[in-house]
């Protein structure tokens, strides 16, 4: 009988850990750009998105469409060549003092060291060394050692017990001892079954003597074997509450995977946020050193002749607007190391560190293709993909799970036990032992344990509280349905409005260009009436100029916008999620 029980609990402890095995996913054959404790992040060839980069065109538009646009938008370094080329070309001595002052001034973006970086480039040392990624890495596999905590319950555990106890008390009569000496020692291995059975079984041993004269056997050895099992049949019973603790980790653990993917997308999000951001800077500083070189020449054109027919009030205002102009120049430079450093910073690249003195140079110019949407396929997508989504039906799932269990615990506690055990008793341990393999000597003890809380409020109360929880997570995935929808509609209304705004933009640059161009040649002798038309319309052009950078730009955020709306960045970005224990699918 006891052999079967020690074989009932190593079977029920083979039993519950092969049920908590998983098998491995197949390996993917992505490359793997960051190992992280719980999860992987394998990079795809991001080529098909980004296309010809060194173009920088990715065929959004016609050559002469692109050559207007690197006119009026010229990066920094093209900016230069083209200012040094003019140096070389000029022959006028005030033409050749505004082309140095620009070519001094744009220079100040320039850096001893210069890092050129596309914007896969950027993505891909995101990925691999962001911070931000690697700290929220942690939490599938924090989760996962949750989950293997929750079954370790149904491990075995092995038990012993020694105890040594000597009495010396005076007797009250002749027929009790008064020096008594009692050792016990005990072991066994006591088990949690998935049905909420405890089993427990034991080997007992005991040696007493004392002083006693008419004892016919001293010291009296006392062996005995036992078998215990209790079964809930109300409160605690089942597969489903011993087991409960397990499937919430699991779903813990699924949710912590999807906030890590929404990590990794805002991390991607971000980042090409930032590259954007810092090309709009630096176009920024060639715009305003552009205006601020028109600004410097119409002021030296009336200091020449303020002695003749320039009025003071004419100088003054220009003067005004150079100083202006000049301090709005220190701040776009400022701008552009705010928009290094943040890139780095999202990076968090080794190769390229916070305190070193770098130049952070995008050689991607921002032209995109127009994409063509269907809001109702967007919608369906982002409710597809979306980790929100998944996260509140996982929620749902965990409240139902705890419901069940508030309702098991609502219950009565009735339960049946059963025991087992087989005496043998001897002059020395040996004997005592013997008797025992015998079997002569048997013990059966059968009970019924019953406790019922009077009123039971507070289990009633916990299983009220469970409900409301799961009418609530029910409530919560409404409520993320129709962020969703609202997300997704906003972003493609926004990506429409930001393409359709390129080119009027471009157009006005170009009039406005045109504008400047007939107001200088039209008059020679620079009334206050045309100059002051002179200077708002290089005020309005750099204006336009900026205008048909932020449309660029936006519109280039707004893709990324919609993507991540949409849930789907990740496969935008050709980046895969594998999670190293193999307990969930790939997440794209």
């Known amino acids: 009988m006891w052999v079967a029980s020690l074989l009932l609990c190593v079977v029920s402890s083979l039993v519950s850990t092969a049920w908590a095995q998983v098998t491995p ?60 080329v003019d140096l070389d070309k000029s022959g006028s001595k005030s033409e050749r ?51 293997v905590e929750a079954e370790a319950a149904f491990d075995a555990a092995f038990f012993t017990n020694i105890t040594n106890n000597k009495q010396n008390r005076p007797a009250t009569n002749a027929l009790s001892g008064t020096n008594v000496q009692a050792f016990n020692a005990s072991s066994g291995l006591r088990k949690l079954l998935p049905s909420g059975m405890q089993v427990e079984t034991s080997y007992v041993t005991s040696r007493t003597s004392n002083d006693f004269a008419f004892q016919t056997i001293n010291p009296v050895w006392f062996s005995q074997f036992v078998t215990q099992f209790r079964q809930p049949l109300l409160r605690g019973f089942g597969l489903d509450f011993n087991r409960s603790q397990i499937h919430i980790n699991k779903l813990s653990r699924r949710r912590a995977m999807q906030q890590f993917r929404r990590q990794v997308q805002d991390t991607l999000r971000q980042t090409e946020e930032a590259y954007w951001q810092l090309v709009q800077a630096r176009r920024n500083v060639v715009i305003s050193a552009r205006v601020l070189a028109s600004f410097e020449q119409i002021f030296s054109y009336l200091d020449a002749r303020k002695e003749f027919d320039v009025y003071r009030i004419q100088l003054a205002d220009t003067r005004a607007r150079l100083e202006r102009t000049r301090a709005q120049f220190i701040e776009l430079v400022a701008l552009v190391r705010d928009a290094e450093d943040r890139l780095i910073a999202l990076m968090n690249d080794p190769e390229i560190n916070l305190t070193d003195d770098i130049e952070v140079v995008p050689v991607i110019a921002p032209h995109f293709a127009r994409i063509q949407v269907d809001r109702v396929a967007e919608v369906q997508a982002a409710l597809d993909n979306r980790p929100e989504i998944v996260e509140a039906r996982l929620n749902i799932d965990a409240a139902r799970i705890q419901v069940g269990v508030a309702k098991n615990q609502a219950l009565p506690q009735l339960d049946l036990v059963f025991r087992y055990s087989v005496d043998g008793l001897g002059r020395s341990h040996d004997r005592a032992f013997s008797e025992v393999t015998k079997n002569d000597y048997n013990e059966y003890y059968i009970g019924i344990d019953f406790e019922l809380p009077v009123g039971n409020r507070a289990r009633r109360a916990a299983l009220r509280r469970a409900k409301l929880q799961y009418a609530q997570s029910i409530a919560s995935l409404k409520q993320v349905f129709e962020q969703v929808i609202l997300d997704v509609n906003q972003a493609v209304r926004r990506l429409e409005t930001r393409y359709d705004q390129i080119d009027p933009a471009l157009q006005s640059v170009e009039a406005t260009e045109d504008q400047v161009a007939s107001i200088k040649a039209r008059a020679e002798k620079k009334d206050f009436l045309t100059l002051n038309t002179e200077l708002n319309t290089e005020q309005s052009l750099a204006q336009s100029r900026r205008d048909l950078l932020t449309a660029l730009v936006d519109y280039g955020v707004a893709i990324i916008d919609l993507e991540r709306a949409k849930g789907t960045l990740l496969q935008y970005n050709r980046v895969e999620l594998m999670v190293d224990d193999g307990a969930e699918d790939p997440v794209n």
């Open 97 to 147: 003092e505004v082309l140095e002052r620009m070519i001094e001034r744009i220079s100040q973006v320039q850096e001893g060291r210069q890092v050129r970086l596309t914007l896969e480039d950027v993505l891909r040392r995101a990925l691999a060394h962001s911070l931000a990624v690697r700290v929220s890495s942690y939490d599938p596999a924090i989760e996962t050692t949750r989950v």
């Open 25 to 84: 996913d197949e390996p993917n054959d992505a490359p793997v750009i960051m190992d992280a404790d719980g999860v992987e992040i394998r990079a795809g060839d991001m080529s098909e998105r980004f296309g010809d980069e060194d173009a920088g065109t990715n065929g959004a538009y016609d050559a002469s469409f692109i050559e207007r646009l690197q006119k009026q938008l010229p990066d920094p370094e093209d900016a230069l060549a083209k200012a040094r």
